[in-house]
């Protein structure tokens, strides 16, 4: 019985020095490289010391308690708010992660400013110019994977770090979202004037007929 409460004591301490290097390395405060004093342990003896022991933790973790170490880590680990958790702070987190100083983004920008110009100038043109224009938008949102996995293979040549992740949410954000936002805003452009011609040709079938009823009106009062 004596036995049986000396493992459970010893148990115990493990689990509570467990938890303790836990909250350490949490708060930045790890013990693996710090000793107490403020000075760094030397890497060799670190691993000379994990030789020792090692055998040792093994055995130990066959204990029903280190379970309960285990849960209680998870339990500090998963209380702690790491990295963003609402949509805002993901989208400050993503426009945070690019350089907007470097050529690539400048030039990106640039490319859109472009095409809005270009987007604003052929709404007053010819219809023809503006479906080719949103035709040529058109490709570029369908090129979007390719141009994306040929800019992850070589965004050393261009930029500053790798905004093409295999996911391509840089791509869809900064590049397809803006094209696909123009392109809509010529289509509800040429919906309108589509409306605006047919109240027109509404509008001048009425008064053709209209017109066509004074001619037959004028041409029978000749007659009478």
Not at 13 to 42: C, W
Not at 88 to 105: H, L, V
Not at 193 to 202: F, G, Q, S, T
């Amino acid at each position: 019985m004596a036995s049986l409460f000396k493992s459970l004591s010893e148990d115990m301490e493990k689990i509570a020095q467990v938890v303790e290097e836990g909250t350490k390395i949490i708060f930045g405060k790890s013990s693996l490289h710090d000793d107490p004093s403020g000075e760094n342990v030397d890497s060799n003896d670190l691993h000379d010391g994990d030789e020792d022991g090692f055998y040792d933790v093994e055995d130990e973790m066959d204990s029903p308690l280190m379970g309960m170490a285990d849960s209680v880590i998870s339990d500090i680990m998963s209380s702690q708010n790491v990295g963003p958790q609402t949509t805002m702070e993901n989208i400050q987190a993503f426009f945070s992660a690019i350089t907007w100083g470097e050529p690539f983004i400048s030039c990106l920008l640039a490319f859109h400013m472009v095409v809005i110009v270009t987007a604003y100038i052929l709404i007053r043109k010819d219809i023809y110019l503006r479906m080719g224009f949103m035709i040529f938008l058109g490709i570029i949102v369908r090129l979007a994977e390719q141009l994306n996995q040929l800019g992850n293979s070589r965004w050393r040549d261009f930029a500053t770090q790798n905004y093409f992740d295999k996911n391509g949410i840089f791509m869809g954000i900064m590049i397809c979202a803006p094209l696909l936002v123009i392109c809509f805003v010529m289509l509800v452009s040429l919906i309108q004037e589509a409306k605006n011609l047919l109240v027109d040709v509404k509008k001048m079938k009425i008064q053709a007929k209209e017109n066509a009823k004074k001619t037959t009106a004028e041409k029978r009062k000749k007659r009478d």
